[in-house]
C-alpha cells in the first residue's frame, strides 16, 4: 500500500525561541505538508528511523513521524496513568 | 490653564500623513489642541527634535498574571506602548472557578512560561468573574488594558472536565453564549481562541475541543456587541492556515465581526507558503469580511544550554548522541575527555559560522559574568582559543548551564518580513508580551519596528510605521477615541528620538514574584509617555506614581 513519505527535513526556529524539526511529508498525490517536531519527538523519530543524521529519515513512512509526536505529546500521560 | 503642553515637537499624529510642527495641549485627560500654544500649562515638554505621536496600542500580549502584582506592564510603557490587550490564545484569567485555579496556572506556566511560584507568591486569588478580575487589575493600573476573555475559560467555566474531552451540548452552548455577554458586558474587548495551543501535560486546552457549531455560537454573540475574535490557527502548515483563514472570514461575514489571526511569520523557506496564505486573506477581505494577521516585527532567536539537546546539534551525530543520551554527569565526562575532543571539534567545524555569531547569554559563576554578551568569536579571542572550544569550556565552567544565544534565526528574512508588515492588510502585533518569560525578552518590538525598519533599513515611513501601530491597531479593534492624535481623544502620547528609537540588549532580570527571572529588553530612545494624560513614564524619572491607565472596553452594544 502507498502512503505518505518523509521527503525533506530541515531544521527551523520555532516562534517559542527553540529548535525544531521540519519534516515535509510527501503524500501519494503529490501534495506535500510539513510537521514540526520538538527535540523529544525528533530524538524517537530518529531512533525509530535508525537515523544517524536527519538526512537519513527521508523515504521512511509517514506513521514514524506519527508515532514519535505521540511519544512527545503523551510523556505525560503515563506519569498519569492510575 | 491647560494641565499638559508638550512642546516644539513633530508631531505624527497616526493618520499617515506627513509629521507637522505642532504642540500638543492637554486638559483633562484628553487632547485639547494640537497648533502653537501660548498658554501656561501647570506642566510642559519640550519635544524639541523629537516626534510626537499616539501611543502605542501592543494588541498581542500575556500580561493577564502580571498586571496583578505590575500595573505598568514593565516594560511595555515604557517602550511607548499606552494599550496592551492580554487574554489571548484562548487563555484569561477569569471567568474562573476556584477549583480550576491550578489547572489554569499550568496552562500559563505551559505557555507562557510563567512559574508556578510567580502565582503563588505573587498572586492574591481574589476573583471569579470576568469583572471582579477587572476589578482587581484596575487598582494601580498605570497602562491601558483592553482584554480578551478566553475561550478555553468560557469552556472550562461551563463544562468543567468536559471541556478537555468533548465538544458541548446545546445546553452547555446556550451556557457559554451567556457567560460570553456576561464577560462582553463587564469589558472584555472580545474572545479569544486557539487551535493549537497545549497545557502542562501537552494535552489540547479546553478551546482546542470545540467545534464549528460553538464557534458560530459565539460569533453570533461577539457579532451582537460587534467585538473581535482572536484565533492562533496552525500557523506552520500553509492548508491550514488556509483553512482557518476561510472559517473566520464565514464568522465575519455571517455575524458581522472583525477577526485576527496569529502569529504569521516569514522566511525563505516558507515565503511561498505565506504568499498562499496572504492571497487568501486578501481573496476573502474582497468579498467583505475581515482578517487580519499578526506579524510581529522581531525575528526569532534560538536558545539552548549543553543540559537539554537542542536540535541545532542534530546534524553532528556525535555531539547529539552524547546530549541526548546521557546523564548530566555523563555529558561532562564527554566533553571533558579531551582524548574526544579533537572528533567532535573536526565534526561541528562545518557549522563554525553559527557558532562564532552565538552569544552568551547567561552564566551563574561570577567569573565569567563580565562574558555575557559577548559572541563566542570575542571570547574565544580573549581565551586564546575557538569559538567551538570555548563553548565547549564555558558550559563545563558552569556545569552545563551556560546559556547560548542564536539571534535572527526565524522570521529573519528583511525584504520579505518588510513587505508583510507595510501591507495593508497585515496588522503588526503578536509580540506575545508578558509570555516566553524565561526564554527569550517579548518586549521591544515596536522600537524595533520604527529603529530597524523605519530607521536603518528604510523599508516603512515613520508615519505608516507609526499609523500601523496606533491607528490602526485601535480601529480593527474598535479602540475609541485613542491611537490618534486629534482634538477631543484620550491623551494617551509617546514622544521619542527618531534617530535613536530602538530596543535596547536583551538581559536577565529578577522581578518575578517568588525570586523568578525573566528576559527584558529596556527602550532606546523613549523621552515620555503619557497616558490619560499624564506622564506615566519619562526617561528621566522613569515610572511615575500616577495609575491613569484604564480598561477600555470594545464598541458598545
Known sequence: ????????????????????????????????????????????????CAAARPEDLCGHSWSKVREALGASWNRFQELAAP | MY????????????????????????????????????????????????????????????????????????????????????????????????????????????IEEMPYKAFAEGVEWNWQTFDEYLARIQQGLAINVAPLVGHSLLRLWVMEEASMQRTATPAELQQMQDLLRQCLRAGAIGLSTSFVDMDETLQPVPSRYADMDELRALASVLGEFGRILQVVPEFYDADLNIARVDQLAELSLAYGIPTTFSPLFVNADNAAAVARVMARVDAQFARGARVWPQVQTRPIDISFSFAVPSLLFIRLPSWYRIMRLGSHD??????????????????????????????????????????????????????????????????????????????????????????????????????DGGAHILSFSTYGDTGYLLGHFVRETRAMGLEAAVKKITADTAAIWGIQERGQLQPGYVADIAVFDAATIDRGPEYYVQDVPGDGSRYVRDVVGMHSVIVGGEIAWSQQAGYAAAACGQILPGPAA
Not at chain 1, 516562534?15 to 524539526?21: I, L, R
Open chain 1, 1 to 48: 500500500m502507498q502512503e505518505a513519505v518523509i521527503d525533506a527535513v530541515r531544521i527551523a526556529a520555532a516562534h517559542e525561541g527553540v529548535a525544531e524539526m521540519v519534516i515535509t511529508l510527501r503524500h501519494t498525490n503529490g501534495g506535500c505538508s510539513e510537521v514540526a517536531l520538538d527535540h523529544l519527538a525528533s530524538d524517537a523519530l530518529m531512533q525509530s
Open chain 2, 330 to 431: 555523563e555529558i561532562v565526562a564527554a566533553f571533558s575527555d579531551l582524548a574526544r575532543r579533537p572528533a567532535l571539534l573536526a565534526e561541528a567545524e562545518p557549522m563554525q559560522g553559527l557558532w562564532s555569531q552565538l552569544i552568551l547569554r547567561q552564566v551563574n559563576t561570577p567569573a565569567n559574568q563580565p562574558l555575557v554578551g559577548k559572541t563566542l568569536a570575542e571570547i574565544a579571542e580573549m581565551r586564546g582559543t575557538t569559538a567551538l572550544e570555548a563553548m565547549i569550556e564555558l558550559s563545563l565552567e558552569e556545569d552545563l548551564d551556560a546559556h547560548f544565544l542564536a539571534t535572527d534565526m526565524g522570521h529573519n528574512d528583511d525584504p520579505a518580513v518588510s513587505a508583510l508588515l507595510a501591507h495593508p492588510r497585515v496588522h503588526i502585533g503578536a509580540s
Open chain 2, 3 to 110: 494641565d499638559l503642553v508638550i512642546k516644539n515637537g513633530s508631531v505624527v499624529d497616526g493618520t499617515g500623513l506627513p509629521a507637522f510642527r505642532a504642540d500638543v495641549a492637554v486638559k483633562a485627560g484628553r487632547i485639547a489642541k494640537i497648533g502653537r500654544i501660548e498658554d501656561a500649562a501647570h506642566r510642559t515638554i519640550d519635544a524639541s527634535g523629537k516626534m510626537v505621536a499616539p501611543g502605542f496600542i501592543d494588541p498581542h500580549t500575556h500580561f493577564d498574571a502580571q498586571l496583578l502584582w505590575d500595573g505598568a506592564a514593565k516594560p511595555a510603557l515604557a517602550h511607548g506602548i499606552t494599550t496592551i490587550v492580554p487574554g489571548n490564545c484562548s487563555l484569561s484569567l477569569a471567568p474562573l472557578k476556584e477549583k480550576h485555579r491550578m489547572k489554569l496556572v499550568g496552562m500559563f506556566n505551559q
